[in-house]
């Protein structure tokens, strides 16, 4: 339990970053599921959006172009949301810098648990309910957090990567090495690489069982159990930087120095 509560701060081993991961696969396997139940739509699949723009557009269908672009657009403001906040973070030396944006994803769960049906009533510019839009944001932002922590290696809210990877290193493992084959050319499979892919397609498998089986029977009252799970992940990281008032002192220099910067700010003199 221990290390489950410092999975999210920024200093991590590679073991903590695979256990991130799976966490982060579990809770995108669950919103991604239940989210076809609501919503009759993965809001994660942007590979299925993007070609429904150029079907909507050979169609002249309008309403088939303008929802596509709607998840287009939240997917990506989403993960460009996670850039800012990472980044911040990471010149701003807090540990929390990834546990941040996870902290938001838990925040806008809750609305969406006690209000989730009345948002699929909210039409938006775009022909499709809020919800879309709002689930499209978070699967978004998740993504982008672990990208940035696995340096583009690990994604958890959709398959597709993980699954080719993972055959390739199947591919490898099935090789066969003629004798005689110097060690330097011989073809050897990543078995940590092979943990990590299989980890993440089963931890995704399972949080679908999950948030499938969860909107079935209870609702949208199901998101609350995975905000709580973002949350416990989140607030150790945040706790540390809390105390050292990291936060305060941060916002008081970004304050000082626009102020210095300021038109017609007369300058600091020397003593």
Not at 136 to 163: C, D, E, P, W, Y
Not at 220 to 233: D, H, K, S, Y
Request: charged share 10%; proline share 4%; with cysteine.
């Amino acid at each position: 339990m221990r290390r489950l509560l410092h999975i999210a701060d920024r200093h991590r081993t590679p073991s903590t970053t695979r256990l991130l991961g799976f966490v982060l696969a579990f809770n995108a396997g669950a919103i991604n599921a239940g989210g076809l139940l609501v919503v009759h739509s993965y809001t994660s699949h942007m590979s299925g959006f993007a070609s429904q723009v150029a079907d909507g557009l050979v169609l002249g269908d309008a309403t088939l172009l303008l929802s596509a672009l709607g998840a287009l657009l939240a997917f990506t403001a989403g993960a460009a949301c996670t850039a800012l906040i990472v980044n911040w973070g990471r010149q701003h030396h807090l540990r929390s810098a990834y546990a941040l944006p996870m902290l938001l994803e838990a925040g806008l769960l809750l609305p969406f648990g006690l209000m989730g049906a009345i948002t699929l009533t909210w039409e938006t510019p775009f022909t499709v309910p809020l919800t879309v839009l709002l689930l499209s944001f978070i699967m978004g932002l998740q993504n982008a957090v672990s990208s940035k922590l696995s340096g583009g290696r690990m994604r958890t809210t959709h398959m597709t990567g993980n699954l080719t990877d993972l055959g390739i290193e199947l591919g490898k493992l099935l090789y066969w090495n003629r004798h005689g084959t110097p060690p330097e050319a011989q073809v050897r499979s990543n078995f940590s690489r092979m943990q990590l892919y299989g980890g993440l397609l089963a931890m995704f498998i399972a949080g679908g069982l999950f948030g499938a089986a969860g909107f079935k029977y209870v609702g949208f009252l199901w998101v609350m159990p995975l905000a709580a799970l973002l949350l416990t992940v989140a607030l150790t990281p945040l706790r540390h930087d809390l105390r050292r008032s990291v936060y305060l002192r941060s916002l008081l220099t970004a304050i000082w120095a626009r102020l210095r910067r300021r038109p017609g700010a007369r300058p600091t003199q020397s003593p």
